[in-house]
T-cell receptor, first 117, second 119 residues
Framework: GDSVTQMEGPVTLSEEAFLTINCTYT??????LFWYVQYPGEGLQLLLK?????DKGSNKGFEATYRKETTSFHLEKGSVQVSDSAVYFC????????????????FGKGTHLIIQP | NAGVTQTPKFQVLKTGQSMTLQCAQD?????MYWYRQDPGMGLRLIYY???????DKGEVPNGYNVSRLNKREFSLRLESAAPSQTSVYFC??????????????????FGSGTQLSVL
């Protein structure tokens, strides 16, 4: 079945540091890939997405490129801020219908990011 | 502009008690989902409803039942709560568009969560 593997946390960085959160996936079909962010006490919000190979999703300074050859979708940001502290989830949606229950998403376990001033 | 609304936000139950978590969306979405979030486990799909009148099991359906009351509402019921069901529960929805009804490219909208403790 489909699966998403992302780096374990917590990841602790200083403000203005460069961020990479690794994400790799396995899927039977041709998935769409997503990064969701969860701020304390809130539900998940879509951060960015990519729907086909070599697409780059970007939002709020974050970027991720869909790499089919390495089955990866790593999240990057050049200069993090304290306000970026949150839990980040990589996810996929498999159009073949075999992932996460037909229309559902398959999520990674989440990476807790802590940015110190 | 409410989006996805879940109630209650917090609940404490004793083992064996029952309760229903309510979820409603006002975005005219076809698909609705219930996930649970546990430390180190990420989000796991409990049940989903691809359209009004249909429901299907997800990854971890045991101990739960669902009802898709209408297009807006999708409730999750615990008939006899167990400590293993202590978790944070999230309802989500998304639209279903295009021929074949694939929602793969459509983002999920999440509610703010229900923190449930079963003692």
């Amino acid at each position: 079945g489909d699966s998403v593997t992302q780096m374990e946390g917590p990841v602790t960085l200083s403000e203005e540091a460069f961020l990479t959160i690794n994400c790799t996936y396995t899927a039977t079909g041709y998935p769409s890939l997503f990064w969701y962010v969860q701020y304390p006490g809130e539900g998940l919000q879509l951060l960015l997405k990519a729907t086909k190979a070599d697409d780059k999703g970007s939002n709020k300074g974050f970027e991720a490129t869909y790499r089919k050859e390495t089955t990866s979708f790593h999240l990057e940001k050049g200069s993090v801020q304290v306000s970026d502290s949150a839990v980040y989830f990589c996810a996929l949606s498999d159009r073949s219908g075999s992932g996460g229950g037909a229309d559902g998403l398959t999520f990674g376990k989440g990476t807790h990011l802590i940015i110190q001033p | 502009n409410a989006g996805v609304t879940q109630t209650p936000k917090f609940q404490v139950l004793k083992t064996g008690q029952s309760m229903t978590l309510q979820c409603a969306q006002d975005m005219n979405h076809n698909s609705m989902y219930w996930y649970r979030q546990d430390p180190g486990m990420g989000l796991r799909l409990i049940y989903y409803s691809a359209s009004e009148g249909t429901t299907d099991k997800g990854e971890v359906p045991n101990g739960y039942n669902v009802s898709r009351l209408n297009k807006r509402e999708f409730s999750l019921r615990l008939e006899s709560a167990a400590p293993s069901q202590t978790s944070v529960y999230f309802c989500a929805s998304r639209s279903l568009r295009g021929q074949g009804g694939s929602a793969a490219n459509e983002k999920l909208f999440f509610g703010s969560g229900t923190q449930l403790s079963v003692l």
